[in-house]
């Protein structure tokens, strides 16, 4: 079944305005993957419903953004947390200058 010359040309419209489209919304969220949380949120939360989900590769985007480059053997990050109780806030660095720090990642139940 072969199409008509207006179908073939409507299709190329299509195509031609949906190919930059698509690639201009994937390469906005591979970006937004690969700032802070804070910018990844902001972005997020203008995308209209799941559609990010529907039509990119999330999952898999999302596994080599936040991959990381860290070794066996290598010094963990600084970072700072909110304290429990929230009467303040605890910085890695802080705590490794007075003692050894273990840290423990995952459910030690």
């Known amino acids: 079944m072969a199409l008509s010359r207006r179908a073939r ?31 990844f949120g902001r972005v997020m939360s203008k995308m209209p419903g799941p559609v990010a989900f529907f039509i990119f590769p999330f999952e898999t985007a999302w596994v080599h953004a936040r991959a990381g480059h860290l070794n066996v053997g290598d010094a963990a990050p600084d970072f700072t947390l909110m304290r ?11 705590l490794t200058q007075k003692q050894p720090v273990v840290l423990v990642f995952g459910s030690y139940t």
Do not use: N, R
Request: hydrophobic share 55%; proline share 7%.
């Open 84 to 94: 429990q109780d929230k009467t303040g806030t605890v910085q890695l660095s802080a």
């Open 9 to 39: 040309k409507i299709l190329l419209v299509c195509l031609a305005v949906l190919l930059p489209a698509y690639i201009a919304f994937a390469a906005t969220v591979w970006w937004s993957m690969h700032q802070p949380p804070e910018v």
